[in-house]
């Protein structure tokens, strides 16, 4: 079970993201955080490296964050299904903007240190949506999620 403090930093963390808040966002987040992103295979350090994370899904699509289910394991990590609904708008790892709208499945393991949230490990297809977005796999460029 969540403490209500946890409860509280991630209902911050989600008001935040929704809304784009970057510092906001970044406030919920370790500085020593570690985003890892198990579709692209890359992973992102610190809270710079959380920022460049953040900055390309901002800069590509207009999301918000749907929550469904939650499960706590038994070490205090939190497991979530969630959606990323929205549009395409901007470059997405070499995808230009498509307008399309997406709905993005995926589960989050999130862990917590000093307060805050320590990272994040998102599991989703992400072949599921570059075809959404109308785009060949190849024309993924993976090589730009430089992690930091």
């Not at 209902?11 to 020593?32: I, K, W």
């Not at 390309?56 to 979530?80: C, I, M, N, P």
């Not at 230009?96 to 297809?125: H, K, Q, T």
């Amino acid at each position: 079970m969540l403490t209500p403090e946890q409860q509280d930093l991630l209902a911050r963390h989600v008001a935040a993201e929704n809304a784009h808040r970057m510092e906001d966002t970044l406030a919920t987040l370790h500085p020593d955080c570690v985003f890892e992103d198990m579709a692209m295979q890359r992973r992102w350090h610190g809270r710079d490296g959380a920022r460049r994370y953040y900055e390309a899904w901002w800069r590509a699509f207009e999301l918000q964050v749907r929550g469904r289910r939650r499960h706590v394991t038994t070490d205090g990590r939190l497991v979530a299904e969630a959606s990323y609904v929205g549009r395409h708008v901007g470059e997405f790892f070499g995808l230009a903007a498509s307008g399309r709208p997406i709905e993005l499945e995926l589960a989050v393991i999130i862990g917590f240190r000093d307060g805050l949230m320590e990272g994040e490990r998102f599991y989703y297809d992400l072949l599921g949506l570059v075809r959404q977005l109308g785009a060949a796999p190849e024309a993924l460029r993976l090589d730009d999620a430089v992690p930091a």
